[in-house]
């Protein structure tokens, strides 16, 4: 990508006809600059981002409801949605039509393609991961969840479930029904997030509570477990300091570093390795809802839109929905020694 | 079983700051990091006196206390590093207060003396109480069906024979108070309201556990009747979710010939009996006055009295509530023992109690909101938006509210505080974003 030339001034840049509801989730095609947006008001929404950071809109498919989860599949051919409507959706791009390809009892909200296998997992608030072929109407198989699903990623053979009582599954695509690690996770409260790390052997969590836990999924590296605080307002330890949630955690596909957003309107880049804070931006207008990377971590994309966390109180109907692509330049992103 | 010793290794805790960690690395690194650290060039020292010596010598400055200590333990002098150099006496008093730590408030067992009516709670005791009794509460009102959503019916009993009883019961009524004429207005309730006492009863049994189920083991219980039955009220019988509404039905009739005579023979049981998990001095009301004889009217009072418990956060009693606001949690208590009177009666009515739950949660909505200032209003406004359809997740966001605030030591204020729902699933279930499958033959 072109945006090098952008790194100096930190200019983000919005990105054009943004959804008018809040967004949900935003996905990187692995192969191509295609940038994918689901939202709040049942659309998800395909644009191309161009070399010089510029987007076109591209292709726009709905829901039956409020979109949650999307994500492009592996070949970068097909972009698969879950959401409210208890389905899951796939878009091919070369036909440029939505089809329905999987079904559960209640809003999906985790959605994967497994690597490797034409498959897809959807996990849902109805306690449940279903495996999808995506040609078949029915799922591969089933798992049951011990709660509903707020959160789902993966890796390789690595899925990593968090459900709402706080417990987070770890299941081996080798042998998909069967988890093969189930913890309950190092924060004490709600979890909102998981995030596979982009080099493989753990996953970071993220919480309510403004809080982030890095977890090795080796019991063997159990040692480097850790966890730090993150998206807080006011002195650390000052009464009446303001704690926000961690709404999302992308890991950089290069370097293995990553970036926090928090329902504070702001970011984080991190290093997990040396368990240093490489790089804090501003606070945006809005909670930061959803973020991620491109396919080769030059730029950060993050949506500033309303997540509900302050309930309905806090909704603005004028508030403007942007979605933002921020050049990374390596100095920011890159490890640093401790 | 007597387990002596703490079965569990004490972990280690930082002697500056009281805090404990996860092992004596995790320790020493926070010591290093808010402790021993240089303010004017980070450096991280290995002690106190290292640090001071460093800050001296480098930057021409003397520091006579550790910075981000507790007052009593900002000696520069004393060398601690890890959990060594702790002095002997600290150990003990941090030790002891862990032991104090344990048999926190919310269990109420130890603290139940049984004949003396000691049970001084203080507002604040009682408005942590009510607090988590309310969270309790909307946790199992939440998953459970709408019939038994209606705030915890009242124990009837209030306005029978309790009175006598009453005035005798553990001092305790202090703050709360007030009860006692309060609790005569009981009768006036409708009768109807009665009805809302059985299934809403349930809704108490479930949260319950810790707290009320604390009288068997009480040895003030003259009776010895109802203490085997409380176990099964509370915890056992009660699947976590209720069974369904029916199910409060079934219960009672089975104990309650049993329960109630033993119970309510008892008259004026001797003041140490009411309070079993530590209620707030009504609990007695409650256990105490029932005869066998007036169950039946039993019903009428607690109609609106259920709705006003759980609603009510503790410093604010809505209009007419009374003397039960503050006692939700003894209401409670009052209840279990009523239930089993009100149950040979009628059962309740399903719609009473949906009318009931749907006005406990607009009345909900509005009184938690004073009361738990940054968080409250947040995510009480939440559950007035949405339509019924959300009452359950909404009720157990404003009931989570006044716990989450009372229970964090912090006062650091979580912007989103509702640990059991996520945002999206409240925002899900508004009108406005819920999804409504078309009407297919499918």
């Known amino acids: ?338 | 079983m007597a387990k002596k010793n703490k079965k569990k290794v004490v972990r280690p805790w930082c002697w500056y700051c009281e805090r404990d960690f996860e092992d004596e690395k995790v320790l020493i690194s926070h010591q290093r990091a808010k402790h021993f650290k240089c303010n004017h060039c980070n450096k991280k020292l290995n002690t106190a006196g290292g640090m001071a010596v460093h800050v001296m010598q480098v930057h021409k400055e003397t520091i006579n206390t550790v910075p981000n200590a507790m007052p009593g333990r900002q000696s520069v002098d004393l060398e601690i590093y890890g959990m060594e150099g702790i002095p002997e006496a600290d150990q003990i008093a941090y030790l002891a207060k862990q032991e104090d730590g344990d048999n926190n408030p919310a269990s109420k067992r130890p603290k139940f003396d049984g004949g003396s009516a000691s049970v001084e709670f203080s507002a604040e005791d009682l408005q942590n109480q009510l607090a988590q009794h309310k969270a309790m509460m909307a946790a199992a009102a939440a998953p459970a069906p709408a019939a038994a959503a209606p705030p915890p019916g009242m124990p009837t009993p209030p306005g029978f024979p309790m009175a006598p009883p009453v005035p005798g019961a553990p001092g305790a009524h202090p703050p709360n108070s007030g009860p006692y004429p309060g609790q005569f207005q009981y009768p006036g309730m409708p009768p109807a309201a009665a009805s809302v006492m059985p299934a809403a009863y349930s809704q108490f049994y479930q949260p319950r556990p810790p707290q009320p189920f604390g009288m068997p083991p009480h040895p003030g219980m003259p009776q010895g009747g109802p203490p085997p039955q409380f176990p099964p009220y509370g915890q056992a019988p009660w699947p976590p979710h209720g069974p369904p509404p029916g199910a409060p039905h079934n219960m009672p009739p089975q104990h309650h010939p049993g329960f109630a005579p033993p119970r309510f023979m008892n008259g004026p049981p001797p003041p140490g009996y009411p309070l079993p998990p530590g209620m707030p001095p009504h609990m007695p009301y409650g256990a105490q006055g029932l005869p066998g004889g007036p169950p039946h009217p039993m019903h009428g009072p607690p109609g609106p009295m259920a709705q006003r418990p759980p609603m009510a956060a503790s410093p604010h009693l809505p209009p007419g509530s009374g003397p039960l606001t503050p006692t939700g949690i003894p209401s409670s208590q009052m209840n279990h023992g009523l239930r089993q009177t009100s149950h040979i009666t009628s059962s309740p009515d399903a719609t009473t109690l949906a009318a009931a739950a749907s006005t406990a949660v607009a009345t909900s909505s509005a009184s938690p909101a004073p009361s738990s200032a940054p968080v409250a209003p947040a995510s009480t406004a939440s559950p007035s938006a949405p339509p019924t359809g959300a009452s359950a997740p909404a009720d157990a966001a404003v009931n989570k509210t006044p716990l989450t605030n009372a229970a964090a030591k912090k006062e650091s204020v979580l912007v989103y505080s509702n640990n059991d729902v996520s945002v999206e699933e409240v925002r899900a279930a508004l009108e406005r974003y819920r999804f409504k499958p078309k009407v297919e033959s499918s």
């Open chain 1, 1 to 338: 990508m072109m945006l090098g030339n952008q790194a100096q001034q930190q200019k983000d840049i919005e990105v054009t006809a943004a959804p008018s509801d809040s967004i949900s989730d935003l996905a990187f095609s692995k192969t191509s600059d295609l940038l994918a947006a689901a939202s709040w008001n049942n659309e998800v929404r395909i644009w191309e981002v161009m070399g010089d950071g510029s987007t076109v809109a591209k292709a726009m498919y709905s829901h039956e409801g409020p979109a949650l989860v999307c994500q492009w599949s592996p070949d970068g051919s097909k972009l698969a949605s879950g959401g409210a409507d208890s389905a899951g959706r796939m878009f091919d791009v070369t036909t440029g039509q939505p089809t329905q390809f999987a079904k559960h009892d209640a809003p999906i909200k985790g959605l994967r393609w497994v690597d490797g296998a034409n498959i897809v997992a959807t996990g849902s608030w109805d306690k449940t991961i279903k495996y999808w072929d995506i040609r078949q109407p029915t799922p591969v198989s089933s798992v049951a969840l011990s709660d509903r699903l707020y959160s789902m990623d993966t890796h390789g053979s690595l899925l990593v479930a968090a459900t709402a009582d706080r417990s987070i599954t770890m299941y081996d695509m080798s042998n998909p029904a069967v988890p093969f690690r189930t913890m309950e996770s190092p924060l004490k409260m709600q979890t909102r997030v998981v995030s596979c790390f982009t080099t493989g052997g753990g996953f970071a969590v993220g919480s309510i509570e403004g809080r982030v836990a890095i977890q090795y999924t080796d019991v063997k590296d159990s040692q480097g477990n850790f966890s730090f605080k993150c998206h807080r307002d006011g002195a650390p330890s000052a009464a009446n300091a303001s704690v926000y949630a961690v709404n999302a955690i992308s890991f950089h596909p290069v370097f293995g570093t990553f970036a926090t957003a928090g329902s504070d309107g702001g970011f984080t880049f991190w290093d997990k390795d040396s368990k240093q804070k490489l790089k804090v931006f501003n606070k945006q207008a809005g909670p930061i809802s959803a973020a991620t990377f491109n396919r080769n971590g030059s730029i950060y994309a993050y949506a500033v839109s309303y997540d509900w966390s302050k309930g309905y109180t806090g909704a603005s109907e004028s508030f403007k929905n942007t979605i933002m692509l921020s050049p990374v330049s390596e100095a920011d992103i890159k490890p640093r020694k401790k």
